[in-house]
């Protein structure tokens, strides 16, 4: 089974989303999670607003919960997308080797190659921000489940 972990800072809005949509592109023969960088939500459900995008395109994600990236992840995950280049450093901090280093991609360099664009953190905006990020999710999750599905 192919494990893919979805990071963000608090794990409350673009990486649960992620999640779920990715979830929704894969068969079962693939597990896909999500952590943060940071312990600020640990045990808290998505923020509503990433729990009310998801819904309008049919996902549920309003029973996850938020948890922290932890070390264990590098052996348990083999892709690990981030959401952008702080939670990239946060993570590579942790990283003991470089086989660990090389599970680590910016989700969005499956639109834009190499460019290790941000997807911009919504928190602190209006719900205009949840619905893009859905899209620039949706448009990379697709990249990500037709890649893997297509080594299968």
Known sequence: MTKILMVCL?????????????????????????????????????????VAVGKKYGLDI????????EVSDFDAFELIYVMDESNFKNVIK??????????????????????????PDPYYGGDEGFENIYKMLDEACSIIANTLTSKK
């Open 10 to 50: 608090g794990n409350i809005c673009r990486s649960p989303l992620a999640e779920g949509i990715l979830k929704s592109k894969l068969p079962d023969s693939f597990s896909v999670d999500s952590a943060g960088t940071a312990n600020y939500h640990i045990g808290t459900s998505p923020d509503k607003r990433s």
């Open 62 to 69: 309003s029973n996850l919960k938020g948890r922290q990236f």
């Open 94 to 119: 942790l990283a003991r080797n470089n086989e660990d280093i090389d599970k680590v991609k910016f989700i969005l360099n499956e639109i834009y190659p190499n460019q290790n664009y941000d997807v």
